[in-house]
């Protein structure tokens, strides 16, 4: 059973900094790849960042160079953190987890915004 806790979010300023953290279960075999969506309110998730197996991160065009993806393998915690936050970056942000898919599998997540195991989410509100 894969567990995904998500948390950090919070009403926070425009310009401000925000770190979210999502806890998952530990992997046994192989690194999962591991994704950072979000949902804004009456629309699908969409992707924002992710590492696959071999460690190589992606972000979705509209958030480079303010998101930044980071993991601690050794404590299964994944991180988001975004900076200069705008009012637009308001949204549910969950983490997702997919295990034994290829690379380019997992670079679908990211663009499509499907997995199978999710956090519940943390809800982020710029203002």
């Known amino acids: 059973h894969v567990q995904l806790v998500e948390s950090g979010g919070g009403s926070v300023q425009v310009g401000g900094p925000l770190t979210l953290s999502c806890v998952h279960s530990p992997h046994t075999y192989e690194l999962p790849c591991m994704t950072w969506l979000r949902q804004y309110p009456g629309s699908e998730r969409e992707g924002v960042a992710n590492?696959?197996?071999?460690?190589?991160?992606r972000y979705t065009d509209s958030v480079k160079g303010r998101f930044t993806i980071s993991r601690d393998v050794a404590k299964s915690t994944l991180f988001l953190q975004v900076d200069s936050l705008k009012p637009e970056d308001t949204a549910m942000y969950s983490c997702?987890?997919?295990?034994?898919?290829?690379?380019?599998?997992?670079?679908?997540?990211?663009?499509?915004?499907?997995?199978?195991?999710w956090g519940p989410g943390t809800q982020v509100t710029v203002s």
């Open positions: 590492f696959d197996q071999g460690n190589l991160i």
């Open positions: 997702a987890a997919e295990y034994r898919i290829s690379p380019a599998a997992c670079r679908r997540i990211l663009q499509l915004g499907h997995a199978t195991y």
